[in-house]
């Protein structure tokens, strides 16, 4: 039994040795990541600052879109004139606006009528006529009284249009004048609904000067949305009868917010003359995909493929139609196709039933525009710098950043600018796939391993034959 004892010990001996290895190699590398400098950047430029503010807002030029290794532009960072990095926010560049339009209502004067309850309904009923025979009927708990009242009819482009407000005018009264006035909305004349409830109305004079409310505000909500027909109810609280009233406009207040965005042109590749591919030099978050066909008075339907790196398999996205016309109605074309920030490298096309022509569609794509909003830490001149494989993400967000009572109350958009100028050249075009110390010892961690397992094998191999060795020759003959 001393062959089982040797064979024990020396298995007992290599696994504890195999074991010391792999511990070894799985122990974890750890190497001190140097601080960035310039240097760790494809490219940069200078930023021009005028006075000594806190904060400063940048808009990137074309380059840092095109050349960041990070689709999120993350592998970028702001440099003061001793070449410490500063802290800095990436934010969108949104513009707003608020457009106000007006537009004329038609007038119909009505005559009003109460109806006395019966005993199946407590509240009154109200009838109004117009003088071409439209009658209207609404019933409310309140008790009534006789009152001026019109029908406001919307037409044309104003339907389905947010209504705010509606203006009213009158020839001025010689006497002082104060009314309330109730407004109901109707899709189709018979069911209404109540937008407004005693709104003051008034016409004041005092010696030259005249204080006139004549409009009446509109809650935003679906039926409002919806109406097409305002009926105005006016009680002049028993003093004279209301003015009448000579014209009526509808104010719509339109507030529109949008991101600005930065055009991306594709490199076009002709696979045949049905199928072409376009690439970008980097991945990026799409918003939008514009396809105009070269040829003039074209119509041509089209199936749509994309990926997200040169390595990756082409994905289906849609089968859609672009077209360019230039006719009797104007010069058209296609809308752009919106992707939702989709992550895409390249796109593929093929015409279905049809080609292109001489000259392949251009493509074009947008992306969010992207601002940096930098802390002005040290002194000037400072210096942006893009495209580092090796910088990790350092973005702060602007509440960390900013604090709230150091952001204009008009918004980050009044911060103050800093001009970007001219593109130098910093580390070079390796930058762009240099590797940080943590990936090189992860590299050389992985390769270590490797060849310990590798190792590992073989002398786990030599063993079995020694031991398979010893015990044949054990055997008895």
Same mark, same amino acid.
């Given at each position: ?22 511990? +070894? !190699? =799985? @122990? %974890? *590398?750890?190497?001190? /990541?140097? &601080? ?7 490219h940069g430029a200078e930023l021009e600052t005028t006075e000594a503010f806190p904060f400063y807002r940048v808009t990137l030029p074309e380059e840092v879109y095109r050349e960041s290794v990070k689709p999120d532009l993350s592998d970028m960072r702001v440099f003061n004139s001793s070449g410490q990095a500063v802290? +800095? !926010? =990436? @934010? %969108? *560049?949104?513009?707003? /606006?608020? &457009? ?378």
């Open positions: 039994m001393m062959w089982l004892k040797d064979i024990k010990n020396s298995t007992f001996n290599s696994g504890v040795a195999l074991g010391i290895l792999c511990l +070894f !190699s =799985l @122990s %974890p *590398v750890y190497a001190e /990541s140097p &601080e960035l400098t310039p240097q760790d950047f494809y802290t +800095f !926010s =990436l @934010s %969108p *560049v949104e513009q707003s /606006s608020v &457009e106000m339009r007006e537009s004329p209502l038609r007038i119909f004067p009505l005559k009003m009528s109460v109806d006395k309850p019966d005993g199946s309904y407590q509240g009154e009923r109200i009838t109004l006529k117009s003088a071409d025979g439209v009658e209207i009927k609404i019933s409310q708990d309140e008790k009534s009284e006789l009152a001026t009242s019109y029908l406001l009819q919307v037409e044309g482009e104003q339907e389905n249009q947010n209504l705010n407000q509606i203006v009213l005018n009158w020839a001025q009264s010689k006497h002082n004048w104060q009314a309330h006035v109730t407004v109901f909305s109707s899709l189709d004349l018979k069911s209404w609904h109540k937008q407004a409830d005693n709104a003051p109305l008034m016409d004041l004079a005092s010696g030259s000067d005249r204080l006139l409310l004549n409009h009446i505000d509109i809650d935003d909500n679906y039926n409002s949305k919806r109406a097409r027909y305002w009926l105005l109810v006016i009680n002049s609280d028993g003093q004279s009868s209301a003015p009448i009233i000579t014209k009526a406009n509808s104010i719509a207040i339109i507030r529109d917010q949008r991101t600005e965005t930065v055009d991306l042109p594709f490199n076009a590749k002709a696979v045949s003359k049905i199928e072409v591919e376009y690439v970008l030099d980097r991945p990026q978050p799409l918003t939008t995909l514009s396809i105009v066909p070269e040829q003039k008075n074209t119509v041509l339907p089209i199936s749509i493929e994309y990926r997200t790196s040169h390595d990756d398999q082409w994905h289906w996205l849609m089968n859609t139609v672009v077209y360019q016309l230039d006719g009797e109605t104007g010069y058209r074309v296609s809308e752009p196709l919106s992707l939702n920030q989709k992550l895409v490298q390249g796109i593929r096309i093929k015409a279905i039933n049809g080609n292109w022509g001489e000259q392949p569609p251009t493509m074009t794509g947008t992306r969010n525009q992207i601002d940096v909003i930098f802390n002005a830490q040290g002194s000037s001149p400072y210096l942006l710098a893009w495209g580092s494989h090796q910088a990790p993400a350092a973005t702060m967000s602007i509440e960390q950043l900013i604090p709230a009572s150091a952001i204009p109350k008009s918004g980050l958009n009044d911060l103050p600018r800093a001009h970007v100028g001219s593109v130098m050249v910093l580390g070079g075009e390796q930058r762009l796939t240099a590797m940080s110390s943590a990936e090189q010892a992860s590299q050389w961690q992985k390769w270590l391993l490797w060849g310990l397992l590798i190792v590992g094998v073989i002398g786990l191999a030599l063993i079995v034959v020694k031991l398979a060795r010893e015990v044949m020759g054990s055997r008895p003959q």
